[in-house]
């Protein structure tokens, strides 16, 4: 397993390009599966995810090729048959995601069979409205041996509430209607950029979807859709941590290829604990996306914060606002009330030196500690990545074990820190 090995206590500074969102490219590449022709993906980030994906759509019989671009990856996929509507336990375990090909499998094909996913670090994750939702679109669903079992004869359009705002479970549902006869409407729907995003791409496949950003998502069946190109948003969550890390060092950074917009919350809770951040700097000619510049106004000032749904405060930053705030002047309570278990980075925080109590969703953490190098141990993907800030801004060296948490999300995490002046290096074992 790989490790890195970090020595902290310098500033980055220097400019880093933010890669596609793999949160948004899953469910494209999973809504390729709603057609028989060519679905064109560009800025696919080369992390660990995507290629999960991938060997779920060797294992279902569906092809798929990666070129590499300038821009990240071109993923193309040509789903014109099924020859398995099986997404086995061993890849789903890796990577709950899988889940999306639920969705479009059904839909398009009348049958699909997905091993329940488990438990995850970061809680209990059910699927429970995902299986809601395709029921009440004429699905039936079985379980047995720890896999469902989803078929129609047909989907019919219908109205369906969610009862808790599920990013994947929009996305399900959503690409599942798109097939379906006559209308759906979802209601408390999610508003994540990522569901934009596919929901574009659907659009751009012919299918008829409205309220993409909103909690009410309207979709008219169609009954086939095409294939179609389509380039990923930028990763909002790597280009937070990036922010993050410029501000936990003291450093100043330019970030390339960023949404600003995808990052108001983010941004403005760095400005309250004292990071000035400017997106006015025009994007070098012919790029596609705007630019950040992040440098820290003075010392920082701690803030508490409450995760939600978007456009609040990210769950998938929580982790890096933590280690932020173990630099901060003051107490931060931190709030997280999308998942019950995410605070697992906070006790090997603490290893580093970082005083925090933990109340169940709550988190205090009371800055400013020195920090010091020791060995840390990842649990899950943005957990890793807070780690990875601390290392940079703990005195001595760092050990980061089971990097391949973080593999999973952060395309060459590593090579663009060093880029940015960090002394980070991966210690490859076997
Ligand atoms: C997605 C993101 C993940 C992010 C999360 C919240 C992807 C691939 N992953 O995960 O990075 O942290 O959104 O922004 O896009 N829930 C249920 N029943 C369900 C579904 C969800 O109770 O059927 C609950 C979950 O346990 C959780 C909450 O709803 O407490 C939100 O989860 P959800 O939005 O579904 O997360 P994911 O889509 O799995």
């Not at 590449?29 to 779920?56: F, K, Q, Y």
């Not at 009348?110 to 299986?131: E, M, T, W």
């Not at 925080?349 to 988190?363: E, N, P």
């Not at 840390?376 to 780690?387: N, T």
Request: glycine fraction near 10%; include cysteine; charged fraction near 20%.
């Amino acid at each position: 397993m790989d490790q890195f090995l970090i020595e902290g206590g310098r500033p980055l500074s220097g400019s880093v390009g933010i890669s596609g969102a793999k949160n948004a490219a899953l469910p494209a590449m999973a809504a390729a599966l709603l057609t028989s022709e060519r679905v064109t993906l560009h800025n696919v980030p080369r992390v660990r995810d995507i290629g999960t994906l991938r060997s779920l759509l060797d294992e279902l019989g569906v092809d798929s090729s990666v070129t590499h671009e300038d821009h990240g990856n071109r993923v193309e996929i040509e789903a014109r048959q099924l020859l398995n509507p099986v997404a086995p336990y061993e890849l789903v375990k890796q990577m709950r995601a899988s889940v999306l090909v639920l969705g479009p499998l059904l839909a398009r094909f009348g049958h699909a069979r997905v091993s329940l996913p488990g438990g995850c670090a970061i809680g209990a994750r059910p699927i429970n409205l995902h299986l809601k939702g395709l029921e009440a679109l004429g699905a039936t669903i079985t379980m047995d041996h720890g896999y469902v079992d989803a078929r129609a004869d047909g989907l019919k359009g219908t109205a369906f509430y969610f009862d808790t705002v599920s990013v994947t479970g929009t996305e399900n549902l959503m690409m599942a209607a798109t097939l379906a006869a006559g209308e759906t409407v979802l209601e408390n729907a999610a508003c994540e950029p990522e569901v934009v995003d596919l929901g574009h791409l659907l659009q751009e496949m012919g299918a008829q979807i409205e309220g993409l950003g909103t909690g009410r998502i309207t979709i008219r069946g169609v009954a086939r859709l095409r294939g179609a190109r389509h380039v990923i948003i930028p990763d909002r969550i790597e280009a937070g941590t990036f922010l993050a890390a410029a501000a936990i060092t003291g450093g100043e950074v330019t970030l390339l290829n960023v949404e600003p917009k995808h990052l108001a919350a983010v941004v403005a809770k760095l400005a309250e604990v004292g990071v000035e951040i400017d997106s006015s700097a025009p994007p070098p000619p012919g790029a596609r996306w705007g630019t950040l510049r992040t440098r820290n106004a003075g010392p920082l000032r701690a803030a508490d914060v409450t995760t939600q749904e978007y456009p609040g405060f990210p769950t998938d930053m929580q982790a890096q606002y933590m280690a932020l705030m173990t630099q901060a002047e003051g107490t931060a309570v931190i709030t997280e009330t999308i998942f019950e278990n995410r605070f697992l980075h906070a006790l090997e925080l603490a290893r580093l030196g970082a005083d925090i109590t933990v109340d169940g969703r709550r988190a205090l953490v009371r800055g400013k500690t020195p920090l010091s190098g020791a060995n840390v141990q990842a649990s899950d993907l943005r957990a890793s990545a807070s780690l990875v800030l601390a290392g940079l801004a703990a005195q001595g060296e760092t050990v980061v074990d089971r990097v391949y948490h973080i593999d999973r999300g952060y395309e060459r995490i590593e090579e663009k820190l060093t880029k940015l002046g960090a002394r980070i290096k991966r210690i490859s074992e076997g």
